[in-house]
């Protein structure tokens, strides 16, 4: 562990966290098939767990972006399967500002998808820039610095299995 890092969400809540919302998902869900869009890189370990436990027949694709501060967003991967009549769910790890899911909102809808929806895991709502706002949220946090669980710090932290924050 590194210095000021406070155990914050356990391994053993997240796992909570991700059934319910794959509870919820195959409830709202039922009979249909789903395309589950995923940012990289914040969002492989989430998506990884949360596609095991939504028993529905469903397809995963990844988009890379990236929104340094005061630019705009760019795409370094765009994705690859066709959305348009398809139910897809974007899964996120965190919403901060909203910027680069704004952005992927905006691109998907511009395929028609029969339904888009957002999944995230933690909200981060305090310093929302766009009005945008998750369907399936797993929690609810203050606007502190979160990494692990596929969170980083310049890329540190990813693979830790617990989610911490930063003293301030
Ligand atoms: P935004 O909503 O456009 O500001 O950016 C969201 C993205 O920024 C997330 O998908 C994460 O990759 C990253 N991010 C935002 N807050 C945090 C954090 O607390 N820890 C690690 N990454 C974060
Ligand atoms: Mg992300």
């Known amino acids: 562990m590194r210095d000021g890092m406070i155990p914050s969400i356990s391994k053993d809540e997240i796992n909570e966290m991700v059934s319910e919302l794959a509870q919820d998902i195959e409830r709202d869900y039922e009979g249909k098939e789903l395309v589950l869009v995923c940012p990289l890189k914040g969002s492989v370990l989430f998506v990884a767990d949360l596609c095991r436990k939504i028993k529905l027949p469903q397809v995963i694709d990844f988009v890379y ?24 769910l974007i899964i996120e790890e965190i919403i901060d500002a909203g910027r680069t899911l ?9 395929s028609f998808p029969a339904s888009l929806k957002v999944v995230t895991l933690l909200d981060k709502p305090a310093l929302r820039e766009l009005a945008i706002a998750p369907d399936y949220v797993g929690r609810t946090i203050e606007d502190r610095f979160v990494i692990g669980y596929g969170m980083d710090m310049e890329e540190i932290g990813r693979n830790y299995s617990d989610i911490y924050n930063f003293a301030q």
């Open 102 to 110: 704004s952005f992927l909102k905006s691109r998907l809808l511009a």
């Open 65 to 88: 972006l990236t929104s340094p501060r005061g630019e705009s967003v760019r795409i370094i991967k765009d994705i690859s399967v066709n959305v348009q009549g398809k139910h897809v």
